[in-house]
């Protein structure tokens, strides 16, 4: 019967079969959606769809060595359980059936070891290493990889979690479940630039204010050309597919502001045929509304994606305004199985006010802020190797009122200027990733970066009105080149090390390597260990802007040490992990005072931190889920924004139309000012629910501090309490 079937398709369909069970045994699991290395965009598994054409016939198959064919839909993949088979004693029906494959495969027989599971047996016959399902990610190499062979530390938060979120912005849900990753905030919506600014990020205690954290885009560095620090109202929800976060350094791949980790945002795309439309709405408190339409097609090998938001609140303070437009839309168009193309454009802007502390109120400190980027990239992916190339452009127009003090007896009297800035960053990056022999991966490539800006204050009234008084316009480059080596030296051991040389056009060169261990154990239990350098030059704004500048500054750079544990349980139903780190830096730019004369920017800080992370996660029940995370950080000299100890605790219960989820968050000695040494302790409540009225219509609410929680993250500017939203998600 089965070798009938193999009979009645065609040569190709009988190969595309062979190799869907052959990757069965060899890997974890037959994903629905795969990302590229490098542009790290989704594309559909063709061997997930053998499995659901072939269905039937490979479950028939497999089930003659004692193997089952699991479809997991939830989580969107195919895996194989059970006790196996010795090979030995297969049934001469099997055997007919591999020699089959091996024909229309024009593969000898000699290689037949190949493509049958390497199955450890116990004296009774049961797999002392069965296998398991990991998640397969892409931020810590440029060719996506089972996160057990990468000796980093990477976080995953997919759609599904972006969406239960109920959030027009990606970060609030990282605080939450990252651990050692701390995002700033001043309010219920909006996050502002300069004087008062929140959205600054810290992951371990390195700062992303000064461009210490990076922020991608597909693969692709997003940072303000002068300042050199990320634009936190740039990340909006709707682009998401799902968001890596690297805890640690990864210069090696990314360069320099990558010194303390990465969040790589992976961008959206329909997986399936068809067209899909999506529109929410949601009001809540301070007059807030927040929107969103999105419309994505699958034709064939085209693709497209196009989504717009309009945000807006008015604030719990007097003089908190924020407005926000977006638009994102991304094309793509496969030429072949092993060739694709695609292009995507992000733009967004949004007026800003900031009110000052409550101690000393502003009046006028308004910005208006424009930022966009665009990327095309052609891939190719072969079964051994796989690439890209791209080119990305980034840019931004910031128009900035600092404002004055709303106290009658300061001197302090409205700006007649304006601070006006234009900053752009341009790249091409080229790739390839191939498999050389058994177990082994590596992957080479070339970065070329163009960043810089102008920047003037431009005066709009008095007596010198129409005047510019120039601050900067200054450009720079950069351009490295990297190799990652990957080899799995046995079936419970894998190496990984890389090293860049990166060449900075005004600072000099840089030799940035990095290396680790994976240990995969018995009881499906890994153990990691690495050790890599982190680096970044000096910004454009540290070199020549405003009155710290200094253009004879160095780079800064930190060593991270880190062992890890993680395990999973009870038919995977039960995960948890730990990790510790320590941090050793140098040469960190601070502005050091001098007597007679201004702070001048110089590398004499350090960097000495150390650091527990945990987190696990229980399905208790199919429709009942738990997880929690810890991180605690010791600092030498404490940063803004970085908390000593965070706790995260949360249930999640979905049944039928009902989904709530809820959480808290614990979060203890977070400096708020480091001059004065201030910390805050508080406890957060939140709860999420939604439920589905049809196919095609929910209605969602969320509400958050429900304890209602006196607390500030930046000093002065206290935040909100109890915050209640909801709305509705229509779908067709």
């Known amino acids: 019967k089965r070798l009938q079937y193999m009979e009645t398709g065609s040569q190709g369909e009988a190969e595309n079969i062979r190799k869907t069970i052959q990757d069965l045994f060899r890997q974890t699991c037959i994903l629905q959606v795969k990302y590229d290395p490098v542009t790290l965009t989704a594309r559909d598994n063709a061997r997930y769809q053998v499995c659901l054409k072939h269905r039937e016939f490979i479950a028939d198959y497999l089930s003659v060595i004692g193997c089952e064919l699991v479809h997991d839909p939830q989580d969107h993949l195919f895996r194989i359980t059970g006790d196996g088979a010795a090979i030995e004693k297969m049934s001469l029906t099997t055997t007919k059936l591999l020699l089959l494959f091996f024909a229309l495969g024009e593969i000898t027989a000699s290689a037949q070891t190949d493509s049958l599971p390497n199955i450890t047996k116990t004296s009774n016959g049961k797999l002392i290493d069965p296998i398991q ?162 419309n994505r097609i699958r034709k064939g090998g085209f693709t497209s994606l196009i989504s717009g938001s309009y945000n807006r609140t008015d604030g719990h303070r007097r003089n908190m305004g924020f407005e926000q437009y977006g638009g994102y839309a991304k094309l793509g168009y496969e030429f072949s199985p092993y060739w694709n193309i695609r292009g995507d454009v992000n733009v967004t ?9 409550v101690t000393d109120p502003m009046i006028d400190a308004d910005q208006s802020i424009t930022r966009g980027m665009t990327s095309v990239a052609v891939e190719n992916r072969y079964e051994r190797t796989s690439g890209a190339v791209s080119f990305f452009y980034n840019w931004g127009d910031h128009w900035i009122n600092d404002g004055y003090t709303a106290n009658p007896d300061d001197k302090n009297n409205p700006k007649p200027y304006r601070f006006d800035s234009h900053d752009d960053m341009m790249g091409i990056s080229w790739y390839q990733s191939a498999q050389l022999f058994t177990g082994n991966r590596l992957t080479a490539g070339v970065d070329y970066y163009r960043f810089g800006g102008k920047a003037q204050n431009r005066y709009v009234e008095g007596e010198r009105n129409g005047e510019r008084e120039h601050i900067v316009d200054k450009v720079q480059h950069e351009i490295a080149g990297y190799i990652d080596f990957r080899q799995d030296i046995s079936h ?17 060169t840089e030799w940035i390597p990095q290396a680790g261990l994976s240990f ?36 800064e750079s930190m060593w991270n040490y880190e062992l890890a544990f993680a395990q999973r349980l009870l038919d995977r139903r039960l995960s948890y992990g730990i990790n510790v780190f320590y941090i050793d830096g140098k040469n960190l730019i601070v502005a050091v005072p001098r007597a007679g004369a201004t702070p001048l920017n110089m590398n004499t800080g350090k960097i000495d931190n150390t650091g527990v992370e945990a987190e696990a996660a ?115």
């Open 133 to 294: 399902i990991h998640e397969v990610v892409v931020t810590g190499t440029r060719n996506e990889t089972d996160i057990r062979h990468l000796p980093m530390t990477i976080s995953v938060i997919d759609r599904k979690q972006i969406e239960q979120s109920m959030q027009p912005s990606i970060l609030p849900i990282l605080t939450q479940q990252v651990p050692g990753l701390f995002i700033t905030a001043r309010g219920i919506m909006g996050y502002g630039v300069s004087g008062g600014a929140a959205g600054g990020m810290s992951l371990r205690g390195i700062g992303s204010g000064s461009g210490r954290l990076m922020v991608l885009i597909d693969g692709h560095p997003q940072y303000m050309g002068l300042m050199g620090h990320p634009i936190a109202d740039a990340y909006q929800s709707l682009m998401a597919e799902r968001v890596e976060v690297l805890r640690g350094p990864a210069s090696v791949l990314y360069g320099s502001n990558a010194m303390g980790g990465v969040i790589n945002i992976v961008t959206r795309q329909l997986h399936e045929e068809g067209v899909k439309t999506n529109l929410n709405l949601g009001y809540g408190s301070f007059n807030t509304l927040q929107s969103e339409v999105t």
């Open 618 to 732: 229980y399905r208790i029940h199919p429709h009942w889920s738990v997880e929690t995370n810890y991180s605690y950080l010791h600092m030498d000299n404490p940063v803004l924004g970085a908390p000593e100890h965070k706790f995260y605790a949360g249930a999640m219960f979905s049944k039928n139309r009902w989904t709530v989820s809820t959480g808290l968050q614990y979060v203890a000695n977070l400096y708020t000012d480091v001059d004065h040494v201030q910390t805050e302790d508080f406890v957060l409540w939140n709860i999420n629910g939604s439920f589905k009225v049809t196919e095609w219509f929910d209605i969602w609410a969320r509400g958050e501090n429900l304890l209602e929680q006196r607390y500030e993250i930046n000093a002065g500017y206290p935040m909100p309490k109890a915050t209640i939203m909801a709305g509705i998600n229509v779908k067709f």
């Open 349 to 357: 802007h949004f007026n800003a006010s900031q009110p000052g502390e």
């Open 520 to 555: 995969h154990l018995p009881g499906s239990i890994e153990l990691k260990a690495s050790a890599g350098k982190g680096f970044r030059y000096p910004t454009i704004r540290e070199m020549y802007m405003f009155p710290p500048k200094n253009p004879d500054l160095r780079p």
């Open 492 to 508: 419970w051991l894998t190496l990984d090390a890389g090293i860049r040389i990166d060449h900075h056009s005004h600072i000099g």
